[in-house]
């Protein structure tokens, strides 16, 4: 019985103590607030001052859900932004790490980076294999050395690997060995990342 009078009450204190503080800053704010409402509703057919009152309640009410959910919003967003910050800072002065974060950063961005035009489309290729088949990003064309060395126009394919989409294989093949998909880079990545739980709705096109 002490065990479920106990859980009882860590259930409602939280919320006995949210009515309580409600209930004081309301009571506290009444008195300031019920003039200006009173100012506004003073061509509206309301005469009761309880109507006046309780309008006045309400407003503030209102007035402190914005108020709190603004401030956690603002709030949240700092410390996440802070956070991010400081993760940068020890992560670049890390040796040997810092290179691999960097690397590993300009990755990420440039896959998701909506102004770049690499890593866009998506396309299946014949990989590591003839008859098995991987996702890939072009990422642009394959240097030029290349291209002349093999007699072809070569382009440069990002395989990236499961479950971290920031290691990878980089190939270079013909445009006419790649099968490009009607599908977004980003279902690409979460489907790779996902290991093919999260099946992206696409339409296949040649």
């Not at 382009?155 to 013909?174: K, R, W």
Request: proline share 5%.
């Amino acid at each position: 019985m002490k065990k479920y009078f106990l859980t009882g009450l860590v259930t409602l204190l939280p919320l006995v103590v949210t009515i309580w503080v409600a209930h004081f800053f309301v009571g506290l704010l009444t008195k300031p607030f019920i003039g200006v409402v009173s100012l506004l509703t003073d061509r509206l057919p309301i005469n009761s001052p309880q109507v006046i009152r309780t309008i006045t309640q309400v407003c503030i009410l209102i007035s402190l859900f914005i108020l709190v959910f603004v401030v956690g919003l603002v709030g949240r967003r700092l410390f996440f932004n802070q956070l991010l910050r400081l993760n940068d800072l020890i992560l670049e002065k890390i040796p040997l790490v810092n290179k691999l974060y960097k690397t590993t950063k300009d990755i990420i961005a440039s896959l998701l980076s909506s102004k770049e035009q690499s890593f866009k489309q998506v396309v299946l290729l014949q990989f590591p294999y003839r008859g098995a088949y991987a996702i890939g990003l072009i990422a642009g064309n394959a240097p030029q050395t290349c291209s002349e060395a093999e007699g072809k126009e070569l382009v440069s394919i990002y395989i990236p690997t499961t479950p971290n989409p920031s290691t990878g294989y980089l190939v270079m093949c013909q445009k006419k060995d790649l099968i490009l998909m009607d599908m977004k880079a980003q279902d690409a990545i979460k489907y790779v990342v996902s290991c093919a739980v999260i099946q992206p709705e696409t339409r296949k096109t040649e």
